[in-house]
């Protein structure tokens, strides 16, 4: 008896390194960078996915978002969830889920910076956000992280 998966099309993978990654600042005063990795202009959804860097006691502003579920995972550096007024410690290897609604800030309380992979569904507009921003670049050390080098 054969297995056959039903599809009346095929996906074609997009795949991108780190060099295909569009980094910014959403402001120049900002303490953090975001690099999108996947938005709804290349997955055809309403979703984002970034690696949010944020430089030594740098941090986000306090927001919410009115629909969007965020999720963070934390890839390197330590750091401090504020939600919904509690303090949360985050690190290597810790997720963070941030439910619509829910007044949220990431602050880096280590003393090397803080990358978290990010995924925002739906967009909610956030992808346009960062793309209006302050265009950046990845230094070496932000290479290695992404990478998965030691540094």
Known sequence: MSSTIASDHCMIPVIKTPEDYLVFRITPDDTNRLAIVFDSSMADDSLTVCV??????GSTPTHRHNFAVEMFFILKGEGLAVCDGKDIPLHPGDSLLVRPTGIH????????????????????DFSELIRNGVRESFDEEDLQVLRGVSY
């Open 52 to 57: 949010e860097i944020f430089d030594p006691g």
């Open 105 to 124: 800030e990431i602050r880096n309380i280590g003393k090397d910076r803080l990358y978290a992979l990010c995924f925002m569904v739906p967009n909610e």
